[in-house]
């Protein structure tokens, strides 16, 4: 359900947004090119917007939890190399997470991190780009909440249940330029590693998976 409200959240934004054509001539000659806002200007900018998260395991086809709202925000930069290819890392602060149905009542694990995706963007049409590329993720805290129903308590972490902070992440995202200055966006975010109980890095078990919508404004 949620890879189809992705799909057609992007399919709608296509559909509203009106191409912009503009030109530039290319320094090693062959007349024009088409570019959208000045490809070869280097960029900085901000973003914010909503993450969907939940955990899903490697391990266990039947393992599922529900999935829980947060925040993500922060710096972004988009860095040309050559057309269509940039380099757009990004500092951000995001929050995931998870809710549990258990015998005791409903366990929800909310956790805080700094991410700083380094992406390649690729500029696939006058409005549209799509991202591809790790991410470092740096875990600043985790609140365990426990309701069973009468009363609600909480524990809080400065490291995951394993002990450990950071984690290496893959990220798949497409973007939709509104104007020279505005974008919205849409990305898939994955753990690619994870450690387990004994300290020991083996094939990712309980990964995290992140839902991201947000919107952009280039300063530049």
Excluded at 101 to 111: C, H, L, P, V, Y
Excluded at 126 to 147: A, H, K, M, R
Aim: net charge neutral; aromatic share 16%; glycine share 10%.
């Amino acid at each position: 359900m949620k890879k189809t409200l992705f799909f057609a959240i992007c399919l709608l934004i296509a559909g509203s947004v009106s191409a912009q054509r503009r030109y530039y001539h290319s320094p090693r000659g062959g007349g024009y090119r088409d570019d959208a806002d000045g490809f070869y200007t280097p960029k900085i900018g901000v973003e914010v917007g909503a993450n969907v998260s939940n955990q899903i395991s490697s391990n266990y086809d039947n393992y599922s939890t529900g999935s829980i709202a947060g925040l993500n925000a922060g710096l972004t930069f988009d860095l040309p190399i050559i057309y269509p290819f940039s380099f757009a890392p990004e500092v951000l602060y995001s929050q995931k997470g998870y809710e549990a149905t258990t015998a005791d009542g409903i366990f929800t694990q909310r956790t805080h991190f700094i991410d700083v995706p380094l992406l390649a963007k690729f500029r696939v049409g006058p409005v549209f780009n799509f991202y591809i590329g790790p991410q470092l993720s740096y875990l600043i805290s985790t609140t365990n909440t426990y309701d069973n129903g009468f009363t609600v308590s909480q524990e809080h972490y400065y490291e995951d249940n394993n002990g450990h902070k950071s984690y290496l992440d893959g990220v798949l995202g497409i973007s939709f330029d509104l104007g020279r200055y505005v974008d919205l966006h849409a990305r898939y975010t994955v753990d690619l590693n994870k450690t387990d109980y004994n300290g020991y890095t083996y094939v990712p078990n309980y990964r995290n998976q992140v839902w991201q919508f947000g919107i952009g404004f280039r300063l530049n």
